[in-house]
């Protein structure tokens, strides 16, 4: 493997001369697989049954075809640019068919997780009007479950398998056209998805990406961080509801002609497996969360070869520098740390034309400039600690999410100065590479998923036996961290073992079943400010001291 990339032999020319072209018009769906799939036989994507034996390919000619007769399955349902459509689907081709479909009508994508209850999928259908709904047989009663209180839900689609009462994709698929014209062209600022962020003062933000910001802006993560080019085969270990998959299953992958690999992974992760895959598929370029490989470094990685392995990178939250060292010594390569959000895309990386410092976020990738600043946008001095901070003005740089859509005061709150506020912590250091310190605020990173607290507490307030509660991120050795919550209980209540399980259960049913607390503490009173507030600062700096680590914040 080359000791640097090709697209990056030097870092400081590369981030000095580093521009983004963008188009007045722009519409990732036709500028990009439409245009590699002039090539009717390259190859776009691999999708992998749950045993990791079965796959299935699709070219871009594929896609494009399937992707034109989807768009003109909505067109004749009146869905049309500007609306929106909520997707919950799991790694299966069919969600890059609707996905790429929709962006080419500019109708607006909401992917969600599988993982959504029907709540959280009731909440996010109305908060963005969404005019339909698309999801498999497996998901569609929770989805039905929710429908009735959606005014806005005119269409269900059912992507996968078939049901009463909805409309069935292949018959939709089968009875449209591939030809696909009469479209009016996107415009480079026009809306391309919707994605939900959770946060610690309220329910999920919308975030608002446009069709270039993101579509181009996805560039820099691809090209300069994950290295790829149209030869490569990049599999990137995420759920389809996340940011991730933008980062890696998606848009920068394809503008860079790569090929995608997903696999429909069910249960508990599977460390063994997922080597075996990386060497059964010929995966060049691989990424996964810190959690994955710290389970994966636990096998004797030397009896996993991955021969065609080049590349590798993890994201979600800072990798464990052992970590890095156990899997560099197993396979011979390293692991490549990159932080952003999904408010934007890449931020900062390792790049291979860099000394790797392990732990360190890396260097901001090119076409943006990151600082340290305080709290009022003041950019403050190397070493010193304060928030990670993209700057806005006088450019605002491509690759930054639009609004967070209907909330201004969120943008007042994150938006400060000439900068806008990522709500972490950090430091740079006096060779210029990034330290991740902490969040600013109190959402919970558990496996690579954000949990905010104030979701948890309004599912467990929901409990008969609990009077008032405080969720917390804790340590943990092979999560990273875990949703711990500080209870109240009501008078007539009695702390147990059991009640512990019914109120973890009670959380898994209210909500998304990876947010429920896997640790319970039953106090009588919790810390709070003068005016009421509770100080979850404190109770997460005493989880840190217990587990001997410094706190997050």
Request: charged residues 25%; glycine residues 8%; hydrophobic residues 40%.
């Amino acid at each position: 493997m080359s000791a640097a990339t090709s697209a990056m032999q030097d870092y400081e020319t590369t981030y000095r001369d580093a521009t983004m072209d963008v188009p007045e018009f722009y519409n990732f769906g036709f500028d990009v697989v439409d245009r590699w799939a002039t090539d009717r036989t390259k190859l776009a994507l691999i999708s992998v049954d749950p045993s990791g034996e079965e796959a299935e390919q699709h070219t871009f000619w594929d896609l494009k075809m399937l992707s034109n007769k989807f768009a003109n399955a909505l067109r004749d349902l009146g869905i049309s640019k500007g609306d929106r459509v909520f997707v919950m689907l799991p790694r299966i081709p069919q969600w890059y068919v609707v996905l790429v479909g929709m962006m080419k009508l500019g109708v607006i994508p909401m992917p969600a997780t599988t993982l959504c209850t029907p709540r959280d999928i009731e909440y996010r259908i109305n908060q963005a009007e969404a005019v339909a709904a698309i999801t498999d047989l497996e998901n569609a009663p929770k989805v039905e479950e929710a429908a009735g209180a959606c005014a806005s839900l005119k269409h269900l689609i059912m992507a996968q398998g078939e049901k009463r009462g909805w409309l069935n994709y292949q018959q939709q698929i089968e009875n449209s056209s591939s030809i696909l014209d009469g479209v009016e062209p996107t415009r480079s600022d026009d809306p391309l998805l919707i994605y939900f962020t959770s946060g610690t003062v309220g329910y999920p933000k919308m975030v608002l990406h446009t069709q270039a910001s993101y579509g181009i802006g996805h560039v820099l993560t691809a090209k300069y961080w994950q290295d790829l080019g149209p030869t490569d085969l990049q599999w990137t270990l995420s759920d389809t509801g996340w940011a991730k998959a933008a980062y890696g299953k998606l848009f920068g992958q394809w503008t860079q002609g790569a090929a995608i690999m997903q696999h429909n992974a069910k249960g508990r992760f599977d460390a063994q497996l997922t080597l075996k895959m990386v060497a059964k598929y010929g995966v060049t370029a691989f990424c996964a969360p810190p959690t994955a490989y710290r389970m994966m470094v636990l096998e004797d990685l030397k009896k996993f070869p991955t021969p065609d392995l080049r590349h590798c990178t993890s994201a979600g939250e800072p990798l464990n520098p052992e970590v890095m060292r156990q899997w560099e010594d197993g396979t011979g390569l390293t692991i490549y740390d990159g932080y952003g959000q999904t408010e934007t895309v890449l931020l900062v990386g390792n790049y291979q034309c860099l000394p790797v410092r392990p732990g360190s976020m890396g260097k901001p990738v090119p076409g943006f400039v990151i600082g340290i600043v305080d709290d009022y946008g003041n950019e403050l001095p190397d070493g010193e600690e304060g928030q990670i901070a993209v700057k806005v003005k006088p450019n605002r740089p491509v690759g930054l999410f639009q609004e967070y859509w209907r909330d201004p005061e969120a943008m007042e709150r994150s938006f400060v100065g000439d900068w806008y506020l990522t709500g972490d912590k950090g430091y740079r250091d006096k060779d210029g590479y990034f330290w991740f310190v902490g969040r600013a605020d109190d959402v919970i990173i558990s496996a690579g998923y954000r949990i905010g607290p104030f979701e948890v507490e309004s599912a467990l307030i929901e409990h008969p036996a609990v009077a008032e509660s405080a969720v917390v991120a804790s340590p943990d050795p092979v999560r990273g961290e875990i949703v711990k919550a500080f209870v109240i209980l009501k008078p007539g209540y009695v702390s147990s073992d059991e009640l512990v399980v019914s109120l973890q259960d009670h959380v898994k049913s209210a909500t998304a079943p990876y947010k429920y607390p896997r640790a319970i503490d039953f106090v009588t009173e919790l810390p709070k400010t003068i005016s009421g507030k509770i100080r979850r600062v404190e109770l997460r700096e005493a989880e840190a001291e217990k587990a001997g680590k410094e706190p997050s914040n």
